[in-house]
């Protein structure tokens, strides 16, 4: 299996720009994580889904960041317009329903904006 | 979800077994006690989790207190590759998420 795969891994963009993360969660997992990482707030929950579903979302920063899950095998996260603190690292997980607290965490979006 | 405490970092020689700490005195009878890692650059990567007996895989050892309110995290022989940053996390089975707090920098030194 390949694992969590996101894309792109490095993103550079300008303040106002619209950003646009992705990532396939690993075929046969129910369960969809969104983190971000910095080094003053660490590891963040952002949102979650349960079978494309959003569950929680209230950590979500602002209406600036959206996310969604057409399908099992795909979901974004967007920001727009961009600001410098949201550079981040951003980290998708994903979880097979059957083991609650295993999440398989794939390699991150390195996200900076200028 | 229950407090944790651990130490901001700790330094282990290579070849020695690393055991690091956790407190949880607040965990509740349905919280278990998950252990993750994080190399740099990388995602965080799933080691182990216990109830209350204690447990062993082929990454690690997890020791629970009798009263769980704290548990120890083992590398039996640690090696340059596990220096990473180490959370202990509380999580009912109930739950849909993990709470990462500060963890522990581990440096395994050669």
């Known amino acids: 299996d390949a694992g969590v795969i996101q894309s792109p891994r490095h993103e550079v963009t300008e303040m106002g720009q619209e950003v646009t993360l992705r990532c396939k969660p690993i075929?046969?997992?129910?369960?969809l994580f969104w983190y971000r990482q910095t080094m003053m707030r660490g590891l963040e929950l952002l949102i979650y889904f349960n079978n494309n579903v959003p569950i929680d979302d209230s950590g979500m920063p602002e209406d600036r960041f959206s996310a969604k899950m057409p399908n099992a095998s795909f979901s974004t996260l967007k920001i727009q317009p961009s600001e410098p603190r949201d550079s981040a690292v951003y980290f998708c997980?994903?979880?097979?329903?059957?083991?609650?607290?295993?999440?398989?965490f794939g390699e991150g979006s390195r996200l900076t904006v200028l | 979800d229950a407090k944790t405490t651990q130490p901001p970092s700790m330094d282990c020689a290579e070849g020695r077994a690393a055991n690091l700490p956790c407190n949880h005195s607040t965990i509740s009878g349905n919280e278990y006690v998950y252990w993750y890692r994080q190399i740099h650059s990388q995602g965080p990567q799933y080691i182990i989790h216990g109830l209350k007996n204690n447990e062993t895989n082929e990454m690690a050892s997890l020791i629970i207190t009798e009263d769980r309110k704290s548990s120890t995290l083992i590398l039996p022989h640690a090696t340059l590759r596990d220096t990473a940053v180490y959370y202990c996390?509380?999580?009912?089975?109930?739950?849909?998420?993990?709470?990462f707090g500060g963890g522990t920098r581990l440096m395994v030194k050669p």
């Open positions: 075929s046969g997992h129910n369960s």
């Open positions: 997980a994903s979880r097979d329903r059957g083991l609650t607290g295993e999440l398989f």
């Open positions: 996390i509380p999580q009912n089975n109930a739950g849909n998420m993990l709470t």
